[in-house]
């Protein structure tokens, strides 16, 4: 089993983004099943198309995306991604779309398709705090999101997809009196979503 993950250059004037940091220190393998990494730049197009090339070059099984979301207090599964780009902060490029579909004549709406309940489950379950969203904003983490189901569903591909959204690390959150979550509970996180992917393969 070959599961790609993702996480983010740093972006917002921030020296470091923690969901890249927790995408590093995962374990290349985890019972058998080979974790592929990829890092991606905070730009809507750029970000797009890496995520989409991916997909297509590795044919992974399944993907999951993590990105930053500063002024959350749990990680947060992500159910849904919407075909929309609105910002009014420019990307790392300069790039600041408002009310853009992401691919014109695609859903409003797509679906994650990795176990997001039981993912939710597996990572409270380690005294780490998560909850569902449906709500992954219109800034580059949804691009990719939206993206990459669209990728997969496109090319009628047997691969889950979902997106992980972590909250500031604490050397982050002091300066923006923000909540805040330990490095080492974002990997134990991550590490519980690539378990559900593994022990749900077949189901």
């Known amino acids: 089993m070959l599961i790609l993950v993702t996480g983010f250059e740093p972006f917002g004037g921030e020296s470091i983004n923690p969901a890249w940091l927790a995408v ?18 905070v730009c809507f197009g750029a970000a797009g198309d ?18 930053q979301a500063g002024g959350r207090k749990s990680i947060a599964v ?5 075909n929309l780009d609105n910002t009014t902060c420019p990307d ?15 859903p ?18 380690l005294g780490v705090p998560a909850e569902l969203s449906g709500g992954a904003g219109t800034y580059v983490c949804n691009h990719i999101m939206y993206c990459a189901f669209d990728t997969i569903m496109a090319e009628k591909m047997a691969c889950r997809a979902g997106f992980i959204h972590v909250p500031y690390i604490p050397e982050q959150a002091e300066r923006k009196n923000a909540p ?10 991550l590490g519980a979503v690539v378990r559900t992917l593994i022990q ?3 189901a």
């Not at 790392?92 to 014109?104: H, L, T």
């Not at 805040?180 to 996180?189: E, G, H, I, Q, W």
């Open 108 to 125: 409003d709406t797509l679906p994650a398709t990795i176990p997001v309940d039981a993912a939710c489950e597996a990572i409270n379950a």
């Open 50 to 67: 890496a995520v989409r090339e991916a997909i297509l070059s590795h044919k992974p099984d399944a993907v999951i995306m993590v990105g």
């Open 180 to 189: 805040s979550m330990p490095l080492d509970d974002m990997v134990r996180a």
């Open 200 to 202: 749900t393969q077949s």
């Open 24 to 41: 590093e220190r995962l374990e290349n393998n985890f019972d058998g099943a080979e974790i592929k990494k990829l890092l991606l730049p």
């Open 78 to 82: 992500e159910t849904t991604a919407v």
């Open 92 to 106: 790392n490029a300069g790039d600041c779309p408002v009310n853009v579909r992401i691919r014109e004549d695609g």
